[in-house]
């Protein structure tokens, strides 16, 4: 079965610093993978979405993420944070369902603080 | 408005008892899902429907049932109510990609949150 994993619960990073939060993932085929962001009291956000291609993946509000084969991981990148950009942020892969169509499977979650 | 609505937004209730929670969606999307979140756990899927005559269980599915009433409404169910389905619920929805191999992103509503005591 697929899978994402997201190995810090938190990052936390000065307002102005680059960031990143980490995504490494397991799956069998070709892997399809999204970052998610929820504000408090939202639901999640689509923010974006690797499926082939160039590995560094721009979206919405700045962000990147760039997608390594060999280290099958999926990092989200933003050169220089805001404080706006404190969030809860998902990891998700494409998987196969019974019937042919997708599912999306979502890792843990990481919270990103950005300090003033 | 909305383009997924979810009600109720909040709901307290008691052990063994019935709820329903409910989704609409203005987007004309085939897919419906619900999912459950849990702090630490992130998002699992209880229910997924690729069409109205579609329904499939998901990771989570026991204690739940689900209905798919027209492509634009797809409902929850817990029959009898237990404290450890204390969550936050989110409906969300797909678009069919032409061609079908190319999966397009989830669409959310903005959660309901249960608390079952």
């Known amino acids: 079965a697929q899978s994402v994993a997201q190995p810090e619960d938190q990052v936390n990073v000065a307002e102005g610093n680059p960031l990143t939060v980490k995504c490494t993932y397991s799956v069998s085929g070709n892997p399809y993978l999204f970052w998610y962001v929820q504000y408090p009291n939202r639901g999640l956000q689509f923010l974006l979405k690797y499926i082939t291609g160039d590995n560094l993946v721009k979206g919405s509000y700045g962000f990147e993420a760039e997608f390594n084969k060999s280290q099958t991981s999926f990092h989200l990148k933003k050169p220089s944070a805001l404080v706006s950009d404190s969030a809860l942020y998902f990891c998700?892969?494409?998987?196969?369902?019974?019937?042919?169509?997708?599912?999306?499977?979502f890792g843990a979650g990481t919270r990103l603080f950005v300090k003033a | 408005d909305a383009d997924v609505t979810q009600t109720p937004r909040n709901r307290i209730t008691k052990t063994g008892k019935r709820i329903m929670l409910e989704c609409s969606q203005t987007k004309g999307h085939d897919r419906m899902y619900w999912y459950r979140q849990d702090p630490g756990l992130g998002l699992r899927l209880i229910y997924y429907?690729?069409?109205?005559?579609?329904?499939n269980k998901g990771e989570i599915s026991d204690g739940y049932s689900v209905s798919r009433q027209a492509q634009a409404k797809f409902s929850l169910s817990l029959e009898s109510a237990i404290p450890n389905q204390t969550a936050l619920y989110f409906c969300?929805?797909?678009?069919?990609?032409?061609?079908?191999?190319?999966?397009?992103?989830?669409?959310f509503g903005e959660g309901s949150r249960l608390t079952v005591l």
């Open positions: 969300a929805t797909s678009a069919r990609i032409q061609g079908g191999n190319r999966p397009g992103e989830l669409f």
């Open positions: 998700a892969v494409r998987d196969r369902g019974r019937t042919g169509g997708f599912k999306t499977i």
């Open positions: 429907s690729f069409d109205v005559k579609d329904i």
